[in-house]
């Protein structure tokens, strides 16, 4: 059947999914948290290998990535069937391209996609945990470097991937967070950072017992780690110049997002 597929009715496929299902949000987290795993500094290792495919063990039970076995690879079910397990596209390299589909769809930048990812065939290659690998969303600047210097990130490109939480919202019974980042979680543009510099944000407790920040006004909210973007200065000047310059986000954002999807791996190609 591979032989019988083509790529330009693969992405056709993604994007009448995303603009159906709405679930352009959840295929970039799904594709960030199958990617944001590597590491090279105390913790070492990882890779975009779809290994939360498998929910025994691993990656596919990390608290982080609730959600994403269940519904994101649910809602991703008929195009994976069709072409990832037909083998005309890894898991991996479906995971990293329908997010960046889903971008596109979403009004944000054309990203480029690298194919070549192999896939996890066991739980067993996952990584070890995702305790500093993976943000967690109370954390505050100190927290920030030490995730994401290791992967390779200076302090723009961890200001800039934040720019992601332009769409999707959290949801309790999988993060513990519960709402928004901005009026128009499908959007993706430079919102993000025009909320944090302009909206007054409230301390408060989600039901999960979580710290978390709302606006009063709009009912959307900032976690920590995004408030934390204020803080340093060293950020916040990405802030700001994002907040200005949608197409200065885009461009940055492609940059950091496309390393983040193709750390620890190798022999990428173009063409799928």
């Not at 913790?43 to 495919?53: D, E, Q, V």
């Not at 025009?194 to 900032?222: D, I």
């Not at 200065?233 to 390393?259: G, I, T």
Request: charged letters at 25%.
């Amino acid at each position: 059947m591979a032989d019988t597929l083509n790529y330009d009715t693969l992405v056709k496929e993604i994007e009448d999914l995303v603009k159906e299902k709405n679930c352009g949000p959840i295929l970039i987290r799904l594709s960030w948290h199958d990617a944001g795993v590597f590491s090279s500094g105390a913790l070492s290792g990882g890779c975009p290998n779809a290994a939360m495919r498998f929910t025994d063990a691993g990656e596919g039970t990390f608290g982080a990535n609730a959600g994403l076995p269940t519904v994101a690879l649910t809602l991703l079910k008929p195009v994976t069937e069709k072409y990832a397990e037909t083998g005309f596209i890894s898991h991996a390299d479906l995971w990293a391209l329908s997010a960046n589909v889903a971008t596109k769809v979403m009004g944000g930048p054309d990203v480029p996609t690298r194919f070549g990812r192999p896939d996890a065939k066991e739980s067993s290659e996952s990584v070890e945990s995702q305790v500093g690998r993976l943000p967690d969303g109370d954390k505050g600047v100190v927290h920030l470097r030490d995730i994401f210097h290791p992967k390779g990130f200076d302090d723009k490109d961890i200001v800039a991937l934040s720019g992601a939480h332009t769409v999707g919202k959290c949801h309790a019974e999988r993060s513990g967070f519960e709402g928004a980042w901005t009026e128009d979680h499908l959007k993706f543009d430079n919102t993000y950072f025009t909320h944090l510099l302009s909206k007054k944000y409230e301390a408060e407790t989600t039901a999960k017992g979580n710290p978390q920040l709302r606006c009063p006004v709009s009912g959307t909210m900032m976690l920590t780690t995004d408030m934390a973007l204020l803080e340093d200065e060293a950020f916040k000047v990405h802030v700001e110049r994002y907040a200005a310059d949608q197409d200065a986000f885009f461009s940055d954002y492609v940059k950091a997002w496309v390393k983040l999807q193709e750390n620890g791996c190798k022999d990428l190609r173009e063409k799928l």
